[in-house]
C-alpha cells in the first residue's frame, strides 16, 4: 500500500554530513526493481539560475538510489523519486545542503513496488484504503505507556498497526479513513492521559494536513525576507563606502578642511581614507561575500557546474585584491577601486531581493488558491441532528471523511461535499472564473473553497484536504508551472555552458589589454574614463604599468558582472509561472504547463467530440406524435403510463421524455393508471406491464378479457421486432431520421395475442451549445481547420455540422478508433488542396478503410509542413485514447478527478469559449516568451563586448563595474517585469 509522509525539517543528526554514496555494500546490492519507488518533494532555497539548477539535477542524479529528479526555479521546488533505504529524505536533504541550499522536506509518499506491477494506486490512496497519520504524543515517561498506548490504538476499530515511539515522542498510525479518522485517533490519546496533535502527512486520502503549497509558500516569503535582510545590511557598508570613497576623496575639494583630514597620512603613506575604505571593504568582503564565496565554492566542488555566484564572486575578488596590490605597490599612492567590490556586492544583492518579489509575483495565482482554503470549519455533534444543533469549531484540517458540517451565509465550504439540508447560491467563480452564482439544495455537490452568499447549509464532507477538489488544482498548477518547454530547455543548456565563457572571455579581455598597453594602444583618456565612478588616478601617467594592469583588471571585472545567465533562465519558466497562473483564474487548468502551452500556440487542426462537446449532452425532445385513432383521454392514460416507466430509468433519453411530457402534458401525469411491473433492457429501452381499462382495449379492438398488456418504450427496431403495427406516419419517420432525430416509440402488446400497435412516438435531440457556432466560426477566422468526430449516426453528425458550419465530419468512429483519425489528421499535414485521398495513400497513413467512407479531407502539397498541430476537444471520458494521441489534448470538464487525470487541459467552464481564451493565452505567453528570450540574448551579445572595451577607440568611454553590474540587475528584472505584464490580460467579451 502506498504510505503518505511529511517531514517539517531535514534531520541534522546523525545524517549530517553523509553523502548517499557511502552506503554499505549490502544496501547498495539491492536491486532496485524490489524496491518500493518514493515521490519526495523538496524545498530548494538559494538557487539563483538555471545552473544551480542544472547543478543539483546532476549531482544528485549521479547519485545511487535516485531514479529521477525534476528542479524548478521559480517555484524553489526539487521532486525526486528515489528508492528507501539507499537513499532516504534525510539524505537528500543532507545532499542539497552540502551544496549551499536550504532543504526542506514539504512532502513524501511511497509509490507502488516495480516488483508488483500493480501502479492502480500508486501514490492515491482512498478513503477505503489505509493511510497512514502522524502524532506528537507527549507525556510518555517510560516503555509501560508505549506499551499501553500501542494496545490502545491497536484495538480501535478502522486502526491496521500502531507504532509509539518514546524517544521521538510520536506515534504512527494504520487506519482506514473512512472507519475511523484523524481528529478521532487524536481524542483516544488525549482520553488516555497524554497530549496530542496531529503531525503533516501529505496525504491524498483526507488525512494530510495543509498542501505542500502552503510551505513552500511560506518557505519562498522566508526567502524573500532573507533577500531584504541581506541587502539592508549591505547598506551598512555600501552608505559609509560612498561617503569616503566617492564625496570625501572625490566631490569635495582639496581645500575642504574635511578632505584635508581624510587626506592626511597616518601609518606608511597610507591615507586616513585609504585605510577607511579598506577596512570596510575587507569587512564587506568577509560578511557580505562569504555569502557568493560559499555558494560558488559548493557549485564548483560539489555540483561541478559553475553558476552566477562563481562570477559575482571573481568579480568582487578580483576588484578587492587588485586594490590591494595596486596600493601596496604604490604605498598608498597607487589607485584604488575598493569602492567597486563593495557597490556590486550591493546592487546585486538588491537585485536579488527584487527577484524574490517579482517571483512571488509570479506564483500569487497559487497563493490566491491556498487562501481560499478556509482555516477553521463548524462540526454538527452526530447525535443532535435537527433543531438545536450542537456546533462545534474545528480545524478544517481534522475534518473526516462523512463528517457533517454547516457552512453560514459568508462562509466558504470546508471541505468538498454534498448538501444534506437547506438551499443556497454559492459562488464557484474559484472553480469555474465566472462570478455567477450557483443554486445548491439537498444532494448537490459542492466544492472546498467556494463561497456561501446566500443562506445556511448543512453537508457531508465526501473528500477533505488534500484530496480535495482545490488541492488538486493547487497541485496541477504547481506541477503546470514546473514543466519545461523546448525552448526552455535549449535556455537550460546555453546556461549552463555560459559561466565558463564568461570567465574565458574575462581572461582574454585582461590579456589582450595587458598586450595593448605594453604596445602603447592604451589612450590615456581611456584610462580615466574607466575610473569615472572609482576614486582618484593621481600618479596613473607616472606609473603607465601599473595603471594598465588596472585598466585591464576593470574591463575583466566588468565583463563578469555584466554577464547575465540569469535572464535566459528565467524567460521561460516567469512567462508559463504567470501564463498558468492566470489561465487558472479564468478556469483553465494547463496540466501540461509550457510543453502543452508551446503546442497549443501553434495548432493547425482542432478536431471536436460532438456529444457533451459541441453539444450540451442532454438530448431533450423537439417533436412528437400520437395516433388520431384513439381518443384524447386514451393518449393522456398513455402518457401517464409512459411517464412512470421511465421515470425507473436514469438514462438521459428517458428523462428527456419524462421532462417532456411533465412540462408540456401535465394532465398525464397525475392521470389514474395502473403499473403492475417494469424492466429496464439494455440496448432497447423500458419494459412494463400495465393494466387497460376495459373502454381503451374495447377502442384498440381487444377482447374484453384482454386488459393486460406489455408497454414497450424504446427504439423503432424493438417495437418492429414485436410485430406492432407502425401508426407513426412514414413521412415523419423519414424527416426525423434526415433531420439527425433519435425517436423513442411507444407501442401496446396485448398479452395473450402478441398484438401490438407503436401509438406515439418522441423525437430526440442533443442540443448544440449555444456558443458553439461562434466558436467555430472563430476559429476557421484564424485560420484553424475545425472537425467533428462523432459515434453518432452519419445523419445525426451531419446535421450537427450542418448547424455549427463544420465541413468536416467523421461519424459511426468508435471511441477506440478515434485516436487512429487524430494520427491520420496529423499525418495529413496543412496547405493542401481538393482531391480525394485515395486507398493507397490511406494504408500509407495508417488509415483503416472505414474511415475513408466519411474522409471529406483533400490531399495537399506538402510544401508547407507535411505534419498537422492537431487539438483535441472531447469531454474527457470515452475520448482518452484521442487526448493522448493529440498534440493537445483538451477535456470540457466539470472539475471532477476523473476529467482532472483525462486531458493536459481542462476547461473548467462549460462554455467553448474558454477554449479561444486558452489559444489566445498560449500564443500570448509563446510570444512573451520569445521576446524574453531576444531580449536575454541581445543584451549578452551586445553588452559583454562593450565591458570589454569595444567602444573605448569610438567613444573613448567605457563600462565602469559598478554600471556593469546594474545593467546585469536590470536585464534580470526586465525579464520579470515583462512576464509580470501577461497579468494586464483581459478575457475578449464574446
Known amino acids: 500500500m502506498p504510505t503518505l509522509q511529511r517531514d517539517s525539517h531535514c534531520s541534522n543528526g546523525s545524517t549530517a554530513g553523509h553523502t548517499p554514496s557511502q552506503h554499505t555494500g549490502d544496501i547498495a546490492s539491492i536491486s532496485e526493481a524490489v524496491l518500493p519507488e518514493t515521490e519526495t518533494i523538496l524545498s530548494v532555497l538559494g538557487m539563483t539560475c538555471a545552473s544551480c539548477v542544472n547543478g543539483i539535477e546532476q549531482y544528485l542524479g549521479s547519485m545511487d538510489g535516485i531514479s529521477s529528479i525534476k528542479v524548478d526555479l521559480m517555484t524553489a521546488q526539487a521532486t525526486v523519486h528515489h528508492y528507501k533505504p539507499i537513499m532516504t529524505t534525510e539524505q537528500l536533504c543532507t545532499s542539497i545542503e552540502s551544496m549551499g541550499f536550504d532543504a526542506q522536506v514539504l512532502a513524501s509518499r511511497t509509490l507502488a513496488s516495480k ?16 493511510a497512514d497519520s502522524w502524532f506528537s504524543v507527549d507525556g510518555m515517561t517510560c516503555g509501560s505507556c508505549v506499551a499501553t498506548l500501542t494496545s490502545l490504538l491497536t484495538e480501535l476499530p478502522g486502526v491496521v498497526s500502531a507504532d509509539v515511539q518514546l524517544l521521538t515522542a510520536q506515534a504512527m498510525v494504520r487506519h482506514i479513513p473512512r472507519e475511523i479518522g484523524v481528529r478521532e485517533i487524536t481524542n483516544v490519546i488525549s482520553d488516555a492521559g497524554f497530549t496530542a496533535a496531529p503531525l503533516d502527512t501529505g496525504a491524498d486520502d483526507g488525512t494530510g494536513m495543509p498542501d505542500p503549497s502552503a510551505v513552500a509558500l511560506e518557505n519562498l516569503k522566508k526567502h524573500r525576507r532573507q533577500a531584504a535582510k541581506r541587502f539592508f545590511w549591505s547598506l551598512a557598508f555600501a552608505i559609509p563606502m560612498l561617503v569616503f570613497s566617492m564625496i570625501i576623496d572625490m566631490a569635495l575639494p582639496d581645500s575642504n578642511r574635511v578632505a584635508q583630514a581624510f587626506q592626511r597620512t597616518v601609518f606608511q603613506q597610507y591615507s586616513v581614507s585609504v585605510i577607511v575604505i579598506f577596512f570596510l571593504a575587507t569587512a564587506a568582503q568577509i560578511s557580505l561575500g562569504m555569502y557568493f564565496y560559499k555558494h560558488a565554492f559548493k557549485s564548483l566542488v560539489r555540483a561541478k557546474t559553475a553558476n552566477m555566484d562563481v562570477l559575482i564572486a571573481l568579480g568582487t575578488t578580483a576588484a578587492y585584491v587588485g586594490s590591494i596590490i595596486s596600493v601596496t605597490l604604490q604605498r598608498g599612492a597607487g589607485e584604488q577601486f575598493f569602492e567597486t567590490a ?20 509570479t506564483i500569487s495565482a497559487v497563493e490566491a488558491l491556498v487562501k481560499m482554503q478556509p482555516d477553521d470549519a463548524l462540526l454538527v455533534s452526530p447525535a443532535k441532528l435537527g433543531k438545536g444543533d450542537e456546533l462545534t469549531t474545528i480545524s478544517a484540517r481534522q475534518i473526516q471523511l462523512g463528517d457533517q458540517l454547516q457552512v453560514n451565509s459568508g462562509m466558504r465550504v470546508p471541505s468538498d461535499g454534498i448538501v444534506v439540508r437547506g438551499q443556497t447560491e454559492i459562488d464557484e467563480s474559484l472553480l469555474t472564473g465566472e462570478s455567477v452564482p450557483v443554486v445548491k439544495q439537498v444532494g448537490s455537490t459542492v466544492t472546498g473553497g467556494t463561497l456561501n452568499i446566500s443562506h445556511t447549509i448543512q453537508m457531508r464532507a465526501t473528500a477533505v484536504n488534500e484530496a480535495s477538489t482545490l488541492s488538486r488544482i493547487v497541485r496541477l498548477v504547481r506541477e503546470a508551472q514546473s514543466s519545461k518547454p523546448r525552448l526552455q530547455e535549449i535556455a537550460d543548456r546555453v546556461a549552463s555552458r555560459f559561466v565558463p565563457f564568461v570567465v574565458l572571455a574575462a581572461v582574454i579581455v585582461f590579456i589582450a589589454w595587458i598586450a595593448a598597453g605594453a604596445a602603447g594602444h592604451i589612450n590615456s583618456k581611456w584610462l580615466a574614463s574607466k575610473q569615472g565612478m572609482g576614486s582618484h588616478s593621481d600618479g596613473m601617467d607616472d606609473q603607465k604599468p601599473m595603471a594598465y594592469g588596472i585598466f585591464a583588471l576593470l574591463n575583466a571585472i566588468s565583463v563578469l558582472v555584466i554577464a547575465c545567465p540569469c535572464a535566459l ?25 509550457g510543453a502543452t502551452m508551446e503546442a497549443a500556440s501553434r495548432i493547425d487542426v482542432v478536431a471536436f467530440d460532438k ?9 431533450a425532445v423537439t417533436d412528437s406524435y400520437q395516433t388520431e385513432s384513439m381518443p384524447h383521454e386514451f393518449n393522456t392514460w398513455l402518457n401517464a403510463c409512459v411517464y412512470e416507466l421511465e421515470s425507473q430509468s436514469s438514462h438521459p433519453l428517458a428523462t428527456a421524455v419524462c421532462t417532456y411530457i411533465r412540462e408540456n402534458r401535465p394532465d398525464a401525469v397525475s392521470a389514474p393508471h395502473e403499473l403492475l411491473e417494469h ?30 398488456a406489455r408497454l414497450l418504450v424504446g427504439k423503432d427496431s424493438w417495437a418492429k421486432e414485436e410485430g406492432c403495427r407502425m401508426e407513426v406516419p412514414t413521412e415523419t419517420r423519414i424527416q426525423w431520421a434526415d433531420s439527425g432525430l433519435t425517436s423513442v416509440t411507444v407501442a401496446l402488446v396485448q398479452e395473450s395475442t ?17 456558443e458553439a457556432r461562434d466558436v467555430v466560426a472563430r476559429l476557421r477566422k484564424r485560420g484553424i481547420d475545425v472537425w467533428m468526430i462523432s459515434g453518432d449516426h452519419p445523419a445525426a453528425a451531419n446535421a450537427i455540422a450542418q448547424q455549427l458550419g463544420i465541413d468536416n465530419v467523421m461519424a459511426g468512429v468508435l471511441p477506440e478508433q478515434k485516436s487512429e483519425t487524430v494520427r491520420m489528421l496529423q499525418q495529413r499535414g496543412v496547405g493542401q488542396e481538393a482531391d480525394d485521398v485515395t486507398k493507397c495513400e490511406a494504408n500509407e497513413m495508417g488509415v483503416s478503410g472505414w474511415m475513408l467512407k466519411w474522409l471529406r479531407v483533400t490531399r495537399r502539397p506538402r510544401a508547407k509542413r507535411p505534419f498537422a498541430r492537431v487539438a483535441m476537444v472531447g469531454d474527457g471520458v470515452n475520448d482518452a485514447p484521442a487526448l493522448a494521441q493529440a498534440d493537445v489534448g ?72 559598478v554600471i556593469a553590474g546594474l545593467l546585469m540587475i536590470a536585464s534580470s ?11 494586464l490580460y483581459r478575457e475578449p467579451k464574446h
Open 569 to 593: 533562465g528565467l524567460a521561460a519558466p516567469t512567462a508559463i509561472m504567470v501564463g498558468t497562473g492566470l489561465a487558472a483564474r479564468f478556469g483553465i487548468l494547463v496540466k501540461g504547463g
Open 973 to 983: 528584472l526586465t525579464v520579470m517585469v515583462s512576464s509580470l505584464s501577461l497579468k
Open 679 to 708: 424492466t429496464e433492457l439494455p440496448g432497447r429501452g423500458m419494459h412494463g406491464t400495465v393494466q387497460v381499462p376495459i373502454e381503451y382495449a374495447q377502442a384498440l379492438g381487444w377482447p374484453a378479457a384482454a386488459t393486460r
Open 115 to 130: 516488483a508488483t506491477g500493480d501502479e492502480s494506486h500508486a501514490g492515491v490512496i482512498e478513503g477505503d484504503q489505509p
Open 890 to 961: 483538451i477535456s470540457v470538464g466539470s472539475g471532477t478527478a476523473a476529467a482532472m487525470e483525462t486531458a493536459p487541459v481542462l476547461l473548467m467552464r462549460s462554455s467553448l469559449y474558454s477554449l479561444l481564451t486558452f489559444l489566445d493565452m498560449s500564443r500570448m505567453v509563446f510570444r512573451r516568451i520569445k521576446l524574453n528570450f531576444i531580449w536575454a540574448s541581445m543584451y549578452n551579445v551586445i553588452c559583454i563586448p562593450i565591458a570589454a572595451g569595444i567602444l573605448y577607440p569610438a567613444a573613448n568611454r567605457g563600462l565602469p563595474p
Open 342 to 361: 563593495v557597490f556590486l556586492m550591493t546592487f546585486i544583492l538588491l537585485g536579488r531581493w527584487l527577484e524574490a518579489i517579482a517571483k512571488g509575483r
Open 611 to 619: 456529444t457533451g462537446t459541441l453539444t450540451i449532452g442532454k438530448p
Open 754 to 770: 402478441d398484438i401490438g400497435r407503436a401509438l406515439s412516438s418522441f423525437a430526440l435531440a442533443d442540443q448544440v451549445r449555444p
